[in-house]
Nanobody
Framework: QVQLVESGGGSVQAGGSLRLSCALS????????MAWFRQAPGKEREFVSA????????YYSDSVKGRFTISRDNAKSTVFLEMNSLRPEDTAVYYC?????????????????WGQGTQVTVSS
């Protein structure tokens, strides 16, 4: 099993920045792809960003491309999401997810492990 714990959420004004972290523990050697998803009230969970095992390939949703940056430190078993130029529509609970597959996927159903989520609130 793998455990994921997110941190770094909070409340900011529009235009501000936050950095989310996701710490992995347990059988971390089984994990390859890491991703961030988010879920706003009344909406389905949606893909935000993903990164492959080496960190050499990254993926972003159109809504965050150019504003968010995903990265990982395998030595520390940690994944980050740097969020800049935040907008009120970025308000959501952000979830870290891990997949054992080497093939990066963007859909919720493919991910094997999930964190509990961290709230991000952006005010106008």
């Amino acid at each position: 099993q793998v455990q994921l714990v997110e941190s770094g959420g909070g409340s900011v004004q529009a235009g501000g920045s936050l950095r989310l972290s996701c710490a992995l523990s347990g059988r971390t050697f089984t994990v390859n792809t890491m991703a961030w998803f988010r879920q706003a009230p009344g909406k389905e969970r949606e893909f935000v960003s993903a990164i492959n095992w080496s960190g050499g390939s990254t993926y972003y949703s159109d809504s965050v491309k150019g504003r968010f940056t995903i990265s990982r430190d395998n030595a520390k078993s940690t994944v980050f999401l740097e969020m800049n130029s935040l907008r009120p529509e970025d308000t959501a609970v952000y979830y870290c997810a891990a997949d054992r597959s080497l093939v990066v996927k963007l859909e919720v159903a493919y991910y094997d492990y999930w964190g509990q989520g961290t709230q991000v609130t952006v005010s106008s």
